[in-house]
Every structure is written in C-alpha cells, then in structure tokens.
C-alpha cells in the first residue's frame, strides 16, 4: 500500500471515512469545500510534489498515482482535486527565489489553474497586464495560488506561459454544469488588468530550477497519469458494486440473482481482467520510468511515450469497464438515482482530456517507430 507522510491527527484512512460522508455535498455544492482541502493537506497529499528543499515530502509517482486512486474510488471529484496536489512539479521551473517565498508559510500549497483559452496580456517593463476569462479551473475554491494561460514570447520557444495570482487577485465564476466529475469546482477564473511579475509566470512543462528526482520525471506525462488513475478509481468503485450487488440482489421480475446468471460472471470477470491489465500496464511503465531517473538517467522518447499511452489507454479503458458493468446490471442501473450513474457519468470525463483523447494513440505510435510525436506538448 502507498504511504504518504502523514500528520498524527489526519490519516488518509480518515480522509477516505469523511469523505464517503460528505461526498453528495461536494457533488451538490458542484465543489470540493476548502476544510476538507486542507484535510487533505494534513495528510500529506499537497506536500507530495513539494521540492524537499522547501519542506516537502516529494512521492515516487507511483506512489501518488495509487493514493489518488484509492480517493477517487471513493469519490472521483475529489480524486480529481486531489490529483492537483502533484501539479507542483510544474511550478519547479519558477525562480528558486519565487519558490522560496511560495512556499514561506509551509509545503502544502495547493494550486489550480484555468490556462485555456490562453488570453493576451501586455508586456510591462516588470512582467505582464494579464486581463480576461479562463475556463476549467478545477479546485480553485481550496486554491492557495492560481494559474492563468497566457501567450509565450522569443524566450519560451512560442510555448505559452502560466501567470500565478493569488486568490483575491482573480473572480471565480461558479460555471460548472456537466453530467461527470460535478464536485470538482472547474469553474472559469476571470483577472481584470492585474500585473503579474515576470519571475511569477513559467512554462509549463518548462526546464525545472530544482535539481531533485521528481522533476526529472516528464512533467506533462505525469499530468496525464493523475487524471488518467481518478477514472481507474471510478471503475474500480463500479465493479465493486457489481460484485456485492450481483451476489445479493434479485432481478425485479423474480428471476436469479444476478450472480447465478452465466453472462452475469462472465461479463464482470472479463471486466476485471480488462480493467486490471490496463492498471497493470500503466504501472510497469511508471515504475521503469522512475527507476531510470533514479539511475540518473533521462527518460527516453519511448518511455515517455508509454507513460501517454498507457494513460490514455487506462482512461478508455475505465470508461468501457463502467459502461460494461451497467449493461450487466439490467434495468435498475437505468435510474438517475442509481450509484452506477454518477459513476459513469465521472468515467466520462478522464478520456475526454485533452491529455488524453485519441490523438494520444497516433502521437505514442509516431514515437514507438521512431517518428516525431504528431501532438503538440507530447513530451
């Protein structure tokens, strides 16, 4: 089992009992509340990305990956929020001095960002105007700091930039109406003409200024590995449920419980031999990724091309494994009400980032045969 370090009065077997409480309230609310952030943080989940120099606790990837799925069993919004607590690793390639005054207060700093549509901001003679509206900012209600997407320069290569605010520099607008991950608060961000210091703006992906394992690991394929692992939470909950579901439930019109139907078992073993290949496959290849980094090596094209495929390939599968488990489960999983909804509904929403969308199986097979990646920001 995963370990994170853990304050003595928050464990994340506390985290998980409290959650399963309060669960329909983040759903309802559309938003993960900022106390139960900071539960979060008490168990360690956003010093997990946080460079030791500054205090953090930084997680082997795997690590993180399986905490974040035992959350999102439980709920997938707040795996999703949680996920973020690994978003660190892009601020690393801020100034060392900026990451010094981030972090004064303590590690546990948990950012969210809405870095698309990337809006113009005006160079000033210290940094950038920045002006306009975000969309998708996932956990900006328990967000210590923010992050909006903003053009790059001759500097950055044409890659865009993140600009960092402080909460009361940036107006959230409480937009958020979709049928998957409804608690995860991915509401826009709007900044009215805030100038934003040069050395508080970085690229995304950008080279890190701290030299420390975690940020030698590829940045933009572990931000596909977090979200992809919330959907493998998700369906792990829906076979869950049809395993105790099927072994004790009748069907309505008085037929055999589902588990003494042959296409019942057969269908639910296939799913979880399909589901479990996948997670298997996603976690050899982050296991070999990060060996290689701590053999001082970097990671290979080919490496970091199975990281994206593998994600990509979880988040599919996760969303079919679900799908198959409510055909199985016959006309009672047909009810808005019914717990297999919500969960398809959050399965949903992984394999439709834009991390990890089909064009991520034509740019990992480019790599595999020695071309250039077809997608932009592949590696």
């Not at 030791?52 to 999703?80: C, K, M, N, Q, Y």
Request: negative net charge.
């Amino acid at each position: 089992m995963a370990q994170i370090k853990e304050s003595p009065a928050t464990t994340l077997e506390d985290v998980l009992a409290k959650l399963l409480e309060r669960r329909q309230e983040f759903r309802d609310q559309r938003y993960v509340s900022r106390d139960f952030v900071s539960r979060l943080k008490e168990a360690g989940i956003y010093r997990s990305a946080t460079p030791e120099r500054f205090g953090g606790a930084p997680l082997p990837p795997a690590d993180f990956l399986r905490i974040v799925e035992r959350i999102s069993v439980v709920d997938g919004s707040t795996g999703w929020v949680a996920s973020f607590g690994s978003a660190l690793v892009y601020l690393a390639a801020l100034p060392v001095e900026t990451q010094a005054e981030l972090y004064a207060e303590g590690p546990d700093v948990c950012f969210a960002g809405g870095l698309f549509p990337v809006q113009r901001a005006e160079p000033t003679a210290s940094g950038f105007l920045v002006d306009g509206r975000w969309k998708f900012a996932s956990g900006c209600m328990g967000a210590d700091v923010l992050g909006v997407g903003i053009p790059g320069d001759d500097t950055t290569a044409g890659k865009p930039r993140t600009a960092l605010l402080r909460p009361e520099q940036v107006e959230i607008i409480q937009e958020w109406d979709v049928v998957g991950m409804k608690g995860t608060g991915s509401f826009d961000l709007v900044v009215d003409k805030v100038e934003v210091p040069r050395e508080w703006t970085f690229i995304r992906g950008g080279e890190p200024t701290i030299d420390e394992p975690l940020y030698r690991y590829p940045t933009l394929a572990y931000a596909s590995q977090v979200l992809a692992v919330v959907g493998a939470g998700v369906a792990r909950a829906a076979l869950d449920f049809a395993t105790e579901v099927g072994s004790g439930r009748s069907g309505v019109t008085g037929a055999p419980k589902l588990a003494d139907r042959a296409y019942y078992r057969t269908g639910l073993a296939e799913a979880e031999a399909t589901m479990r290949s996948a997670r298997a496959y996603f976690y050899e290849v982050t296991d070999e990724a990060w060996q290689t980094v701590l053999d001082g090596d970097p990671v290979t094209p080919e490496q970091n091309a199975h990281l994206r495929l593998a994600s990509t390939h979880l988040a599919r599968t996760a969303a079919e494994t679900v799908n198959r488990v409510i055909a199985l489960s016959g006309t009672g999983a047909i009810g808005n009400d019914h717990p297999l909804q919500w969960l398809l509904g959050d399965a949903l929403v992984p394999q439709q980032h834009a991390f990890l969308g089909p064009a991520m199986y034509d740019a990992a097979g480019a790599v595999l045969m020695g071309h250039p990646p077809t997608v932009p920001g592949f590696q």
